[in-house]
Nanobody, 118 residues
Framework: QVQLVESGGGLVQSGGSLRLSCTASGRTFSIYKMAWFRQAPGKEREPVGTIRWIGGLTSYADSVKGRFTISRDNAKNTLYLQMNSLKPEDTAVYYC???????????WGQGTQVTVSS
């Protein structure tokens, strides 16, 4: 089992920045990839970006490319999401997730609210 705890959400004005963190514990050696997802009110959860735990290869949703950056610190078992140039449409609950292989994400954090005011 892997436990994930997010932090760093909050209220920010349009154009501002926030950094989210996600700390993993438990069987962290089993993690193959991690990701950030988000879910806005009334919408389905959508992927924001992914990162390979070993190697650090990243991918991003088109809606956040050039504004958001995913990184990780393997020594601290922590995943980050640096969000710049935030827009009101980025308002959502943000979740981190971990997958033990190239398949589905088995482990999820509790989510952290990000609200961007116009």
């Amino acid at each position: 089992q892997v436990q994930l705890v997010e932090s760093g959400g909050g209220l920010v004005q349009s154009g501002g920045s926030l950094r989210l963190s996600c700390t993993a514990s438990g069987r962290t050696f089993s993690i193959y990839k991690m990701a950030w997802f988000r879910q806005a009110p009334g919408k389905e959860r959508e992927p924001v970006g992914t990162i390979r735990w070993i190697g650090g290869l990243t991918s991003y949703a088109d809606s956040v490319k050039g504004r958001f950056t995913i990184s990780r610190d393997n020594a601290k078992n922590t995943l980050y999401l640096q969000m710049n140039s935030l827009k009101p449409e980025d308002t959502a609950v943000y979740y981190c997730a971990a997958a033990p292989n190239s398949g589905k994400y088995d482990y999820w954090g509790q989510g952290t609210q990000v609200t961007v005011s116009s």
